[in-house]
């Protein structure tokens, strides 16, 4: 409960969480739209499920992650358990209709883990989740190969081109080569979950906790070291062609027949990916072993700068570094207490998933429906967006949510403030597809009315005076002018007029705001791209925008 000062609660939201509002909420909208678009363009359906599932269902499907579960207290005899992802209570669904043999259903909902938060990062304690799943029978690789380009086209999407990497791998080939290596079968999940670290920490580190806290056998972790360390594909010192051919040409490697089948399937992944056009993207790392324990086959994790903890480095620089920044984590070693300011904390994936054939079958006996999907973690994307906007960067997707008009009033002594009238005008504003606002005050005093069209960053204000009105006549102002602006005073219009005036004022002040934007590029200095666009270009925007139309500048897009 809330701690109490006298009669006062001291209010405040549970740790790592957060109230949505202002401008994170348009941001939240414009991403989970841009997000979706992609979804149904593959087909997919909308599937939303309960926030809490019974607490068999969840359990024992997350490996060690599953302390991170919230119970519930016992609600009338059934025990239940907030939804840790989308994934399982998929899968329970599946199961419940065994009428349904192929699906492709996507999903955008909260879920909720005991995870240590780090707010500012976007690691949280309940966050949003958009996820996609292909269930049902495919030829090797296909369905995984769209998967993988729907990672392609959402981040793209979301005009992130360049700026990630999908790190990529096969739990066949990594079980292989630990068995090749000599972990016992029992410690095979265990020694995964410890070599999965290996973005969060050096080598030293992961062999030191494989050997003393899970009891693995030095000699086995030297071999270990040899495979994980290997990496192919973007940013690496080969390609993920060359890296498999490597493995390929392992004897020891090869004759492993999980191994085996895992590198014969991952070469025909990466033709498919060429076709999607994911190819270019990938990085095959050998490291990556996804702690869930659904998964089966492929697994594949989304980073971006940020992702790693800004300590970690190779080599025994980042023990080094580790070491000094050792200190300030302890101070914030309590696991409720949010690390957003901690060094040892990344951002960490911004997106993940994998193949997990089996996990319908473990609520349906004999159920035999294999999936593949992805998780988008919204919060951390968003906070990532939030950081490059910050830095100046543009997103073409992300659309102003201000208002476009404000509606004022002013008279003499006996005006009566013309209440009546300014909802007519907002209500004719809205019809026509304008978001307008005016006061609720009967006799609102002029200066206050700008007050708070400035406050709703309204572009565009219309007066209604009393003797104009008379004449139906009312005067658009263009807000935020210059003093020796010829256009401070307003232009008056025809109300008959209105709408198309205000579309037209609207549409000139669009493109002079992102001709503007332009002028000024990313680090405050004059952008070269804004002189290529011509006068004829700006007019034709102009004219698109007036009538409703979406014009684009500079290759970004605008509308009324």
């Known amino acids: 409960m809330p701690k109490e000062k006298g009669n006062k609660q001291q209010l405040k939201n549970p740790k790592g969480t957060r109230d949505w509002y202002g401008e994170d909420v348009d941001l939240l909208d414009d991403i989970l739209a841009q997000i979706q678009r992609v979804f149904r363009k593959h087909a997919a359906k909308k599937l939303d499920t309960p926030v809490f599932e019974l607490q068999e269902v969840l359990k024992g499907k997350y490996g060690e992650d599953s302390k991170l579960i919230y119970d519930v207290a016992d609600q009338g005899g059934e025990l239940l358990s907030l939804r840790y992802d989308l994934t399982v209570p998929f899968a329970r669904w599946l199961a419940m209709n065994p009428n349904i043999e192929t699906y492709k259903r996507f999903a955008l909902s909260k879920v909720y883990r005991r995870d240590q938060p780090a707010i500012a990062k976007g690691r949280m304690r309940e966050f949003w989740q958009c996820d996609i799943d292909f269930a049902g029978p495919s030829d090797s690789m296909a369905m995984d190969s769209e998967v993988l380009g729907i990672i392609v086209k959402v981040f793209e999407g979301l005009e992130w081109k360049g700026q990630f990497t999908i790190k990529i791998n096969d739990r066949r080939i990594l079980d292989g080569l630990f068995e090749v290596c000599g972990v016992p079968a029992d410690k095979i999940r265990t020694i995964s979950s410890a070599v999965d670290k290996l973005d969060k920490m050096p080598w030293a580190e992961v062999r ?117 920044t050792d200190k300030k984590a302890k101070k914030v070693a309590d696991e409720d207490e949010d690390r957003s300011d901690d060094p040892t904390v990344g951002v960490g994936s911004v997106a993940a998933g994998g193949r997990y054939d089996n996990l319908v079958g473990r609520f349906r006996e004999k159920a035999e429906v294999p999936c593949v999907g992805v998780s988008f973690g919204v919060d951390r994307i968003l906070s990532i967006t939030k950081k490059r906007l910050a830095q100046g960067q543009k997103f073409s997707y992300i659309t102003s949510k201000a208002t476009d008009v404000y509606v004022m009033a002013f008279g003499g002594k006996e005006f009566d403030g013309a209440l009546r009238e300014r909802m007519a005008i907002a209500n004719q504003l809205m019809n026509a597809g304008f978001t307008a606002e005016f006061t609720y005050k009967e006799k609102p005093k002029l200066p206050a009315q700008f007050k708070k069209a400035e406050q709703c960053g309204a572009p565009i204000g219309i007066i209604l005076g009393q003797d104009e009105m008379k004449e139906g006549k009312v005067k658009i102002k263009v807000m935020g002018l210059l003093d020796s602006d010829p256009r401070k005073e307003g232009v008056m219009i025809d109300q008959k007029d209105l709408i198309s005036e205000v579309r037209k004022t609207l549409a000139e002040q669009r493109v002079m705001t992102a001709i503007e934007e332009r002028s000024k590029g990313n680090a405050g200095q004059m952008d070269s791209s804004a002189t290529k666009v011509s006068i004829e270009e700006l007019q034709a925007a102009i004219d698109k925008l007036k009538v409703g139309e979406v014009a684009e500048i500079g290759g970004v897009k605008y509308s009324t």
């Open 208 to 324: 030191k906790e494989m050997v003393e806290q899970k009891g693995l056998d030095g000699e086995v972790a030297d071999r270990i070291e040899k495979y994980v360390t290997l990496k192919g594909g973007k940013g690496d010192s080969q390609t993920a062609e060359q890296l498999l051919d490597k493995l390929k040409s392992d004897e020891a490697l090869m004759a492993n027949a999980k191994a085996k089948d895992g590198i014969t399937q991952f070469e025909k992944l990466l033709g498919y990916l060429r076709s999607w056009g994911a190819l270019d993207v990938i990085s095959f790392d050998l490291s990556l072993a996804r702690g869930l324990d659904y998964y089966t086959a492929v697994i594949y994790e989304i980073i971006t700068e940020g992702s790693r903890p800004p300590t970690l480095t190779d080599g025994d620089k980042a023990a080094d570094e580790k070491k000094k």
